[in-house]
C-alpha cells in the first residue's frame, strides 16, 4: 500500500475552558482531495494550525511521509512541503502583490524573477493577479488569488484550504476546482475546509467530520447527501430553507436610493453609475455581483462611510442622509454588517463587550450620563451570544478569540437585536457552517417580517435565492433593475453577474 502522505494520531489541544482538539485522528493520501468538516468551532482550524505549525500539540503524534515529524512553525511547514490559504488573509494592505508574495518565500532564491514567476503561475492555473497592485485597493476575491499563488510558488506537497470558495463567485470557484483537481493529478493532496457541502461532495474523494473537538466519522462525499451530511456535522435535523421562507408582507418605503453616483475611492477601485433602488420594509433585497463590482463601494455609501453627494441620493424612513456619516445614519435607524469581519466588522483585540458597546450605544443605550454603562452593555453582549449561540467563553472575550463563523454570529446578531429600520449586510454568512447560516437567515427573515427594510450583497447565489423577494446585479458599478425571485433564474443572474448587458441593464433600472 502506498504511503499516506499525512497522519495524525491521537492529537490533543487545550484551551482555558476549552478542548480544541480530543484525540483527533486523520490520514490524508497520496495525491487525495480530503475534507475536513464540522461546525464553526468543532476544531477544524486549531488541527490545521497544528499541522502548519502555527500551534504545537498537546499530545498525539504528526508523521509525514512515513516519518515522524514536530512541525516547528510555518517556515517548517513550508520547508517540509505545506502551504496554507487561511479564511483570513495574511496580508500587508500597503505592500504590493508582489511583495506579499515575496514575505512568504523562505530563501532569498525564490525571489529572483518572482515578478514574472507570478504572472506565468496565476495565469497558468486560472487565477490571474497583477504583481504591481497594491493589496488595499483589491477586491476580497482578488486578495484570494495572492494567497493561493503564493502557495502555488512553493510546489507544495500538501495544499490546506479554508474556505476557499466563501469570497469566490459560482464561475470563479469552479475556475478553482479545475485548478485544484489538477494540482492533485500532478501530486499534491488537498485538505479541503468548506461548509458548501454540495462544493465538498463535487470535489473531494474522503472526508473526516468533526463535532465538539472529536472525530465523529470518516465518509465518501460522494455516497452522502448534503443534508446527510449537515446532520452528521450539527447532529441535528435542517428544514429547506423553503420552509422557513414566510411570504413578505411589504410596507413603505423605507431605503430609497436615487441615481447614486460616485467616483472610484482609488485607482483600482470601481465607480457608482446612477445606481437606483427602493427597498420596503419588510422586503428583503439581495444583491448579487462578482467581487471587485462595486459591492465595496455600494456599502460605504450606504452606511455613510463614503459620503454619497446630494443629501438625497439616500433616503432612510423619508429622511434625506446621503450628506451623512454613520453616526447620523445610525440615528435614523439604519444598521450595517460590512464584508471584512476583522477589523471592519470588529477590533479583533477588544473584548465582545467593547466590540457591542461600537455599534450599539446608540441605539441599544449603552451611555449613562455621558460614561459607557458598563452592565448594560455587557448584558447586551451577553444577550447577543445567547440569542445567537455564539460559541464563546463569554461577553469579556477577545473577539480574535472566537472562530470566524461565530464572530459573524456575533456581528449580525449585534445589529439584528438594534431592530433597525434598515439592515444592510455584506456576505452575511461567508465562512459560516450549515447551521450557523441557517440561524442568520431566520433572524434576518424574522427582522423582515417586523418591517425591517433589509438589503443583502452576497456573492453566495444559493443565499441571494433563498432570502431575497427580489434580486438585482451590480456589474461595473451599475445595478440592474431588481426582478422578483419567482422571475429570477441562475442563468440569467449569472449572465449578469458575468457583465453581459450590463449597461443595458443599469439603462432598465431607471426607466
Avoid at 488569488?145 to 474556505?163: A, F, G, S, W
Avoid at 461577553?395 to 433597525?420: H, I, T, W, Y
Wanted: with cysteine.
Amino acid at each position: 500500500m502506498t504511503t499516506p502522505l499525512l497522519q495524525l494520531r491521537g492529537i490533543v489541544k487545550q484551551f482555558p475552558g476549552c478542548l480544541a482538539n480530543d484525540h483527533v485522528d486523520l490520514t490524508i493520501g497520496q495525491n487525495q482531495i480530503h475534507a475536513l468538516l464540522g461546525e464553526n468551532g468543532a476544531g477544524k482550524s486549531t488541527l490545521v494550525k497544528i499541522i502548519y505549525g502555527v500551534m504545537k500539540p498537546d499530545e498525539g503524534e504528526i508523521i509525514w511521509q512515513g516519518e515522524h515529524v514536530s512541525i516547528q512553525n510555518p517556515a517548517h511547514a513550508r520547508r517540509l512541503g505545506v502551504g496554507m490559504v487561511f479564511q483570513h488573509f495574511s496580508l500587508f494592505e500597503a505592500l504590493t502583490v508582489a511583495d506579499n508574495i515575496a514575505l512568504g518565500l523562505n530563501d532569498a532564491k525564490d525571489r529572483i524573477g518572482l515578478r514574472e514567476r507570478i504572472i506565468t503561475v496565476s495565469k497558468s492555473y486560472g487565477l490571474p493577479v497583477d504583481p504591481d497592485r497594491r493589496v488595499h485597493d483589491l477586491s476580497v476575491g482578488e486578495r484570494q488569488r495572492i494567497e493561493i499563488v503564493r502557495c502555488l510558488l512553493q510546489n507544495p506537497k500538501l495544499l490546506i484550504m479554508d474556505e476557499p470558495t466563501s469570497v469566490l463567485t459560482p464561475q470563479e470557484a469552479e475556475t478553482l476546482f479545475v485548478t485544484l483537481r489538477r494540482l492533485a493529478s500532478e501530486g499534491c493532496s488537498i485538505l479541503y475546509i468548506s461548509h458548501k457541502l454540495e462544493e465538498v461532495r463535487a470535489l473531494c474523494e474522503e472526508s473526516t467530520i468533526m463535532r465538539l473537538g472529536r472525530v465523529v466519522a470518516h465518509v465518501k462525499p460522494k455516497e452522502k447527501t448534503a443534508r446527510e451530511l449537515a446532520g452528521i456535522m450539527i447532529s441535528a435535523d435542517l428544514k429547506p430553507a423553503s420552509e422557513r421562507r414566510p411570504p413578505p408582507e411589504t410596507g413603505k418605503i423605507r431605503l430609497k436610493i436615487d441615481k447614486l453616483t460616485l467616483r472610484a475611492p482609488s485607482e483600482f477601485g470601481t465607480a457608482l453609475k446612477e445606481i437606483s433602488l427602493d427597498v420596503r420594509g419588510g422586503e428583503i433585497v439581495g444583491i448579487a455581483g462578482i467581487a471587485g463590482n462595486g459591492q465595496g463601494e455600494l456599502m460605504d455609501a450606504l452606511s455613510g462611510e463614503m459620503p454619497a453627494g446630494r443629501p438625497e441620493t439616500i433616503i432612510i424612513d423619508d429622511v434625506a442622509a446621503g450628506h451623512l456619516g454613520p453616526y447620523e445614519r445610525r440615528k435614523l435607524g439604519g444598521c450595517f454588517v460590512p464584508e471584512e469581519r476583522n477589523g471592519h466588522g470588529a477590533v479583533t483585540t477588544m473584548s465582545l463587550s467593547e466590540n457591542a458597546f461600537l455599534s450599539a450605544h446608540l441605539r441599544g443605550a449603552l451611555v449613562k450620563l455621558g460614561l459607557i454603562d458598563s452592565p448594560k452593555t455587557t448584558d447586551f453582549a451577553a444577550g447577543v451570544i445567547k440569542q445567537f449561540d455564539v460559541r464563546t467563553t463569554g461577553p469579556k472575550a477577545l473577539a480574535k478569540s472566537l472562530s470566524g463563523g461565530n464572530l459573524q454570529k456575533f456581528l449580525v446578531g449585534r445589529e439584528v437585536m438594534l431592530d433597525p429600520s434598515v439592515l444592510v449586510i455584506s456576505q452575511p454568512t461567508w465562512g459560516v457552517d450549515a447551521g450557523a447560516a441557517a440561524a442568520i437567515h431566520e433572524a434576518v427573515i424574522a427582522l423582515a417580517a417586523q418591517g425591517t427594510a433589509v438589503v443583502i450583497i452576497s456573492q453566495d447565489l444559493d443565499e441571494v435565492f433563498t432570502l431575497s423577494d427580489r434580486i438585482a446585479v451590480i456589474a461595473a458599478g451599475r445595478l440592474s433593475k431588481p426582478v422578483p425571485v419567482a422571475e429570477a433564474s441562475l442563468e440569467k443572474i449569472g449572465l449578469l453577474m458575468g457583465g453581459v448587458a450590463a449597461e443595458r441593464a443599469g439603462e432598465q433600472a431607471h426607466a
